[in-house]
Each structure stands twice: as structure tokens, then as C-alpha cells.
């Protein structure tokens, strides 16, 4: 299949920020008076920003409003993207390729607008994209796919030219759901690993990988 565009998650897949989310939603959670390790990870991997906050506010029985858990998370996460949460070495290499190659990119990520271009912008990648699409800008988050279909629109191109990178099960179902094909890059830190075959077109074992598997796409090679 020939893709237009490429769409890139950015947590787990372009920013290594999965273990530090452990930290910043640690400290979020002790603000309601609940000691959090990362044991929940599974569960709120990938998700919205809502959709993750809701689950802690269920499972500790917190009494906060959403919206003040949301401007918390956002406070404290927004150092960490700024000053300290590393990109995957491979990142700028693969955007560069798939611009040479002449595909649309954007980035369909469930954090915020906030979070999202300080950390592009300090690792100057910003530039290799074509549109942006945060968590803010959908109604509906992960796993379903309105950041998908917007990021689509945004870039110019119809679903179906799509591909989705992703590391999480919640986007790569966000992104079926859209009617796009996914490549996974599942981490098996965060989660089981095996799920992923049943649900993804294609597992890769790290980003690196992507540009090779697309030119065998593009040669008519489909395994």
C-alpha cells in the first residue's frame, strides 16, 4: 500500500516519557493524599487525559473535580517536557526519511498542547511536522478515533492513506477505529506485549524499523 501520510503518537513513541509519567502522575496523586508507584500503568496508558484522570479519580476515590486534576497533571508534567523527558535517538532520522520520501506527517498525541511543543521544539523536531493534534482539540480521546480523524483532516489526507505509529493499545485501536493501518511499537515495560498482534497491521521492535518496513510496503512487499 502507498501511505500519504504518517501519524505519530508521541508518548512511548517519539518522547521516552512512559516512565516518567509514573512520577508525574505520583505526584499529582499524593496532592489528594494517595501514594502511587506506577502500578496502575496498564490502565492508563495511551488515554486521555480524562479518560486517565477519571480512572484514578474511580479507583482512589478522590473527590477532586476533573478539571482541577487536569490543570494538576498539566502543572506538574509540564517541567518534565520541557527540561527533561528525552527523544528515542532514531526519531530525527525517521522524520527525515519519511519527509525525503515525500509523506505528510502529524503528530495525533493525547497530551496537551502545552506539554506537546515545548518538548518538540527543545529537540527541534517540531519542524518535520506537518500538523499538530492534542488531547484539548477532541471531544472523545483514545482509544477513540477523533484525534486520528482530525489529525487526518489537518494534513490533508484521507483515512485510508494513513498510517498510525503507535505504542499503546488504546491508540492503536484509536487509530482501526479511524480506518487507518497501525504500526506498533509496543514496550513490554507497560504492558503485555502479545495483545498486540491481534489488534496492530504490523509489530515493530523499535521506531528505527519504520522506514525499512515502509519501503518494502511501497516495493509490494507486505510481510
Partial sequence: MRFEAVLFDMDGVIADSEAMWNDIDGAMLRLHGV???GEHKAQVLGKSFPLALGFYRDTFNIRAELEEMMLQRSEIARDFYAEKIPMFESAPQVLAGLKERGLKIGLAT??????????????????????????????????NPD????????????????????????????????????????????????????MADVVLSDLAQLLFWLDRQSAGNFD
Fill in 110 to 143: 493525547s497530551s496537551v498542547s502545552s506539554l506537546a511543543r515545548p518538548f518538540l521544539q527543545r529537540h527541534d523536531i517540531e519542524k518535520y511536522f506537518d500538523a499538530l493534534t492534542t488531547g484539548e482539540e477532541v471531544e472523545h480521546g483514545k482509544p
Fill in 147 to 198: 484525534i486520528y480523524l482530525k489529525a487526518a483532516e489537518k494534513v490533508g489526507v484521507a483515512p485510508a492513506k494513513c498510517l498510525v505509529v503507535e505504542d499503546a493499545l488504546a491508540g492503536v485501536e484509536a487509530g482501526k477505529k479511524a480506518g487507518m493501518m497501525v504500526a506498533a511499537i509496543p514496550d513490554a515495560r507497560w504492558g503485555d506485549v502479545s495483545l498486540f498482534p491481534q
Fill in 35 to 37: 501514594e502511587y508507584k
